[in-house]
């Protein structure tokens, strides 16, 4: 079994590869204490070792104050020493960044796992605290991207600056037009969310057009990308899993 373990701004997700699929998924808020994240950690991989043999452990992070303490505690749980994803590994695909190292590792794995996938030219986009665009060639160079604020993210920002405005649930509501706060907000935050990918991706498609003949696939991952989808005809695959598919390939290509 691998373990794959994606340290995010909001959410650390953990997860186990069988050869097939993924599994026993934990979603660990990054928000928390330190010792309170490990804990949880401690507890999930307690559960999860009695029923399955790990062997191989990768971590994506984008949050390097949590990268040694997560790292010693799944190496002690484990007797692993986990392998961790950067810019400096065989990855498949080409950095054309001006600096590699300041690429998000979540970034790079996606962009692994999509061209891997999906072959090129492709636009990935995911949406977790930002929302990002990269673009890979079919030739698998990453040639830039876009980083906004995430839908969660945005919806944070508007109701703790705004005293009157309430914590709501992110639910597209039926219409843009609303009579009631809950509504409008959401409506405000999701369908504003929607146009501008849609925006967006529209910006994206012609400056990549000085690359390619083939119009790119458009694959969406992130917390909120099969709800997106749903509304969007320009999204061609949904892959919630795409960050941890990313840590899988890399180790392997590397291991």
């Not at 999860?48 to 790292?71: F, K, M, R, Y």
């Not at 929607?194 to 925006?199: L, R």
């Not at 390619?212 to 061609?236: D, M, R």
Request: proline content about 4%; some cysteine; aromatic content about 6%.
């Amino acid at each position: 079994m691998f373990l794959a373990v994606d340290i995010g701004n909001t959410h650390t997700v953990i997860a186990l590869w069988n050869g097939k699929e993924w599994s026993q998924e934990k979603r660990i808020s990054t928000t928390l204490p330190t010792p309170e994240i490990e804990k949880e950690i401690h507890h999930w991989l307690k559960s999860q070792c009695g029923e399955a043999q790990i062997d191989s452990v990768g971590i994506s992070s984008v949050v390097p104050a949590l990268t040694s303490s997560i790292s010693a505690v799944l190496e002690k749980e484990t007797g692993l020493r986990p392998f961790l994803i950067s810019a400096n590994l065989d990855l498949g695909i080409k950095i054309n960044y001006e600096n590699p190292q300041a690429l998000g590792v979540d970034r790079i794995c996606s962009s692994v796992a999509g061209y891997i996938k999906y072959g090129g030219p492709i636009i990935v986009i995911d949406f977790g605290t930002a929302t990002t665009y990269n673009c890979i060639t079919s030739g698998g160079d990453f040639i830039g991207g876009v980083i906004g604020a995430g839908i969660e993210t945005s919806m944070l920002s508007l109701t703790q600056r705004a005293a009157q405005l309430p914590q709501i649930p992110l639910e597209l509501p039926a219409t843009v037009l609303n009579t009631n706060t809950i509504a409008s907000i959401q409506a405000g935050i999701l369908y504003g969310a929607i146009d501008a990918m849609e925006g967006m991706l529209g910006r994206l498609l012609k400056e990549m057009a000085r690359y390619e003949e083939a119009a790119p696939k458009v694959i969406a991952t992130g917390g909120f990308s099969s709800l997106i989808s749903n509304y969007s005809k320009s999204i061609h695959h949904v892959e919630p899993m795409l960050v941890l598919d990313g840590i899988r390939i890399i180790y392997e290509r590397n291991a």
